[in-house]
Every structure is written in C-alpha cells, then in structure tokens.
C-alpha cells in the first residue's frame, strides 16, 4: 500500500508531519509538489510494487513550465493496466515509463477527465491537479477497498489516506462528532461518508469529488453503484455458459 496527502489553502506546510504520521504505508520513498500560484500541495509516501524507477510520484504530465497540467497522488493497483495503456496510445498519449499503472491513470483522467475511474478495473484512492479547471480531482475505487479521508474549512481544504495525518492540519479541531461516536460504539462503524471526528468524511466507494478552487464548491458523485439483480430468463440450460463466463472473469 502506500499513502497520500494533500492541502489546498492554509495550513500547506503540514503536509510533510501528514506524510510522515503514515509513513509505515510507504516506507520506500516519498514525495512533495507545490503550485505556489493556486496553493495546492501534493504529498506521497510510496511502496514500490510494479514500476520501481518509473512509478515515483507526485507524478506530473502536460507540463507547460509553470508547474504541470497534471499532477496525481495515488494508492493503489490497476490490474487493466496494460489495456488502458494500449488504447490510450491508439489515441495518442506518449508514456514516459514502461510499465507504470501511476503514468496511465493520469494519462486517463487526461483522455476521459471524471469518467476515467469508471474504466479503472483495481483497488485505488487518488488526487488529482487539473491546472486548466483549477480543480482537485479526488476518486476512490469501486467497494472502497482504499482508504480516502477530507476536510473541509472555509480557508481550505485537506485530504489524507488516513484520518491521523489530518491531526497535523492546523485547520483540523480535532472535535469529536458524539453522534457518529455512538454509532460507531453500536455498529462497530460509521456509516456512508461519516467518521466520528467534526468535520472529517470518507469519501463513499464508487465515488468521486470535484473541488473548484475558484468558488470553493464541492461536487460529489456516484461513477458506479453496486446491483445484485436476478435474472429470471436464466435456465437450466444456461449453466455450461455461466460456468465458461465466470472461469473467464476469475481468470481476468
């Protein structure tokens, strides 16, 4: 695993005391990218797993020398990989590395923007800087096997891999949510986007978040949503092609 930290306003030179709070998620390395002009701090710890030269992030793409069209911070595995690779480059994106998942997210969000996680068959929590929409990109995976906190201020905004590295956030109170605590207390956990401190939220799995730093506004949406649907045109005939289908999927 690895972890990721972001600020967008004050409290930016906390984010080396968020990456270090979780460095046990990535002990290989790690890394920091500011954008002075937006205020905008990227931050990464990294465990190496398929592109140990290639992969080192903040990873930056469409650089126009005044600090990147693209930055991503990213967690995670995509186990289509190579396909969305192959498409892209039939489309015309170029890739640096060799192998690098990280080099393709970002190449997707570049081709297909906040429909990209939709294609993205892995396990995955990610922020991304879009220079020309002065945005902050955030999306977690479909079941939300990776972990993606947030806060929000009215002079700012913080996101981390864990909720321990936004105590570092000079904006974070700290306060506990004491609904949320007797939920957690009778459920063993908080539901939704809920978490027991003030003002903390995990971003739902299957979902992205849209920050615009010009208004501040917040966009949240569902890219998918899980449906267990019978099917009642199903027969006993059916089986040896359910059977051959679902070899193929746990093959895949």
């Not at 600020?7 to 930016?12: F, I, K, L, Y």
């Not at 002009?37 to 710890?45: K, Q």
């Not at 903390?200 to 615009?212: C, I, N, R």
Request: a negative charge; hydrophobic letters at 40%; aromatic letters at 12%.
């Amino acid at each position: 695993m690895c972890g990721i930290a972001g600020v967008w306003g004050q409290g930016a030179e906390a984010v080396p005391a968020m990456l270090e709070s979780i460095k046990h998620r990535g002990p290989d390395g790690g890394g920091i990218w500011r954008h002075e002009a937006s205020g905008v701090t990227l931050g990464h710890r990294r465990l190496s797993i398929l592109d140990h030269a290639g992969g080192a992030q903040p990873f930056a793409a469409g650089d126009d020398g005044d600090g990147g069209g693209y930055v991503l911070v990213y967690n995670g595995e995509l186990y289509n990989h190579p396909e969305l690779r192959a498409e892209l480059e039939k489309r015309g994106h170029v890739f640096r590395s060799s192998h690098s998942d990280t080099e393709t997210v970002l190449h997707a969000y570049m081709e297909w923007g906040e429909e990209a996680p939709a294609r993205f068959n892995g396990m995955f929590a990610l922020a991304i800087w879009d220079k020309a929409r002065r945005c902050l990109f955030l999306a977690r995976d479909r079941f939300g096997e990776k972990p993606l906190f947030w806060a929000a201020h009215k002079d700012g905004f913080a996101f981390a891999s864990e909720i321990q590295a936004l105590f570092h956030w000079p904006l974070f109170s700290g306060r506990l949510h004491a609904a949320n605590v007797q939920r957690y207390l009778a459920w063993g956990y908080c539901t939704a986007d809920r978490t027991i401190f003030e003002g903390v939220h995990s971003l739902p799995a299957g979902s992205s978040l849209t920050l615009h730093l010009g208004t501040g506004q917040k966009d949240i949406r569902r890219y998918w949503r899980f449906a267990l649907e019978p099917d009642e045109a199903i027969s006993d005939a059916d089986e040896p092609r359910l059977v051959e289908e679902l070899r193929a999927l746990l093959v895949q």
